[in-house]
């Protein structure tokens, strides 16, 4: 079989793979899965840029909260900006 001969094979069980595929629900541990990921692409920055943030509010003398909230949003604009590029790539 020559080349040309393998890859028209290859690609032809690829179609009829991704065909049952779509015919196939969705499975409950699939979408747990799919729905934990986006979870966890949104809240590690988030949390990641709150704990950042608080400790470098306590380097600072007196009361402040600046890097807090400002790493929070950080983290929020991130944790948005992973969920999209995700779902992107998903569809």
């Not at 015919?23 to 949104?42: C, E, N, V």
Request: charged fraction near 20%; charge should be positive; aromatic fraction near 10%.
């Amino acid at each position: 079989m020559n080349h040309r001969n393998r890859l028209i094979e290859r690609t032809r069980l690829d179609i009829e793979r991704l065909e049952r595929k779509e015919r196939k629900p969705a499975t409950w541990a699939g979408m747990l899965f799919y729905g934990g990921t986006l979870g966890l692409l949104f809240t590690v920055p988030l949390v990641a840029g709150a704990y950042l943030g608080r400790w470098l509010d306590t380097l600072v003398p007196g009361y402040s909260v600046r890097w807090t909230l400002s790493l929070i949003l950080l983290g929020i604009a991130v944790g948005i900006y992973n969920v999209l590029h995700f779902l992107r790539g998903k569809t």
